[in-house]
Nanobody, 119 residues
């Protein structure tokens, strides 16, 4: 069984920084892409950043230059370093991982972690 668990959310002032972590555990053969999504109240879930197994990345235009996604393959962990946070970054942040386990490739989601940017 595979689990994906996020951590690191919280309350931060505008202009501040936060680092989110997401660890996958269980019967994992291989992890392909890993990414972060977010959902603000009343809005659809949107892609924030994704990192592929080879290390290439993509970012939403709204976070380019402020957020950095990285991964530690040895720890099955993906990180999202967020700088210069704005109130509009407030949302529940979800981790997604495409994991090959038990001879099947599936998408797994974490439970979400709240990020609130407010003074």
């Amino acid at each position: 069984q595979v689990q994906v668990v996020e951590s690191g959310g919280g309350l931060v002032q505008p202009g501040g920084s936060l680092r989110l972590s997401c660890a996958a555990s269980g019967s994992i053969f291989r992890i392909n892409g890993m990414g972060w999504y977010r959902q603000a109240p009343g809005k659809q879930r949107e892609l924030v950043a994704v990192i592929r197994s080879v290390g290439s990345t993509n970012y939403a235009d709204s976070v380019k230059g402020r957020f950095t996604i990285s991964r530690d393959n040895a720890k099955n962990t993906v990180y999202l370093q967020m700088f210069s946070l704005k109130p509009e970054d407030t949302a529940v942040y979800y981790c997604n991982a495409e994991i090959y386990s038990d001879y099947r490739l599936r998408n797994y989601w974490g439970q979400g972690t709240q990020v609130t940017v407010s003074s």
